[in-house]
């Protein structure tokens, strides 16, 4: 098992930046592919971005192409999340997940995760 604790949510005016943190408690935390995904209010929640075991691949929902980045150090059991350029519409609460398949596959649902962090808050304002 792995527990997922979030940090470095907060309120940006439009344009601004953050960057979250996921903090993964465990000694196999490299074994994991590790997600981050948001809840807006009243919607459903939807995949952001993904990175793979080693972090050399990673994948991400259009929306934040070319603004967000993932990251993760292994050593540090940490897995983060810059985000660059922020609109209003990225206002959610945002989740970190870890995938405990240990396989190569990225997936991008919420049911291909096994664990989840208690997420964090990101606003911003126009």
């Known amino acids: 098992q792995v527990q997922l604790v979030e940090s470095g949510g907060g309120s940006v005016q439009a344009g601004g930046s953050l960057r979250l943190s996921c903090a993964a408690s465990g000694r196999t935390f490299s074994s994991y592919t590790m997600g981050w995904f948001r809840q807006a209010p009243g919607k459903e929640r939807e995949f952001v971005a993904a990175?793979?075991?080693?972090?050399?691949?990673?994948y991400y929902t259009d929306s934040v192409k070319g603004r967000f980045t993932i990251s993760r150090d292994n050593a540090k059991n940490t897995v983060y999340l810059q985000m660059n350029s922020l609109k209003p519409e990225d206002t959610a609460v945002y989740y970190c997940?870890?995938?405990?398949?240990?396989?190569?596959?990225?997936?991008?649902?919420?049911?291909?995760?096994?664990?989840w962090g208690q997420g964090t808050q990101v606003t911003v304002s126009s």
């Open positions: 997940a870890a995938d405990g398949t240990r396989g190569v596959l990225i997936r991008t649902t919420v049911s291909g995760y096994d664990y």
């Open positions: 990175i793979s075991l080693n972090g050399r691949r990673t």
